[in-house]
């Protein structure tokens, strides 16, 4: 059975978005941004944001789907009690899913350094 992000990882809210973007901290990579804050509950969050920048809402979907995916086979990286949001640059349409992917890592691991 796949393993999917379970509804208590998701963050919806647009409040919570927004905390993270004011008062967390971010870290960049040439596809991606990972905005990152503290939520001091007993799980971690994530959110994905891509902007019409990227493309049209068919290229834009084809990005959040491909980070949905990738956070999906690295659930053991993220910390507990921490917000995740990873923003997609206007590349992120243009680059193999592999290339998306290390990004992705390489900032996970630069946020638990922190």
């Given at each position: ?10 963050i ?10 004011k008062?967390?901290?971010?870290t ?9 804050r503290n ?5 971690f969050?994530?959110g ?7 493309g049209k ?15 999906r ?7 507990t009690?921490?917000d995740y ?12 899913f592999c ?5 992705m890592?390489?900032?996970i ?6």
């Amino acid at each position: 059975m796949a393993r999917i992000l379970a509804e208590k990882n998701k963050i919806r809210k647009r409040r919570d978005f927004t905390k993270t973007y004011k008062k967390g901290h971010s870290t960049i990579a040439p596809s991606v941004v990972l905005c990152y804050r503290n939520n001091h509950l007993d799980t971690f969050r994530c959110g994905f944001t891509v902007s019409k920048k990227v493309g049209k809402a068919v290229e834009r979907n084809k990005v959040r789907r491909r980070m949905k995916e990738i956070v999906r086979n690295h659930l053991d990286l993220f910390t507990t009690g921490t917000d995740y949001i990873f923003v997609a640059r206007k590349k992120a349409n243009q680059v193999e899913f592999c290339r998306l992917e290390d990004d992705m890592l390489n900032l996970i691991k630069r946020a638990r350094k922190k």
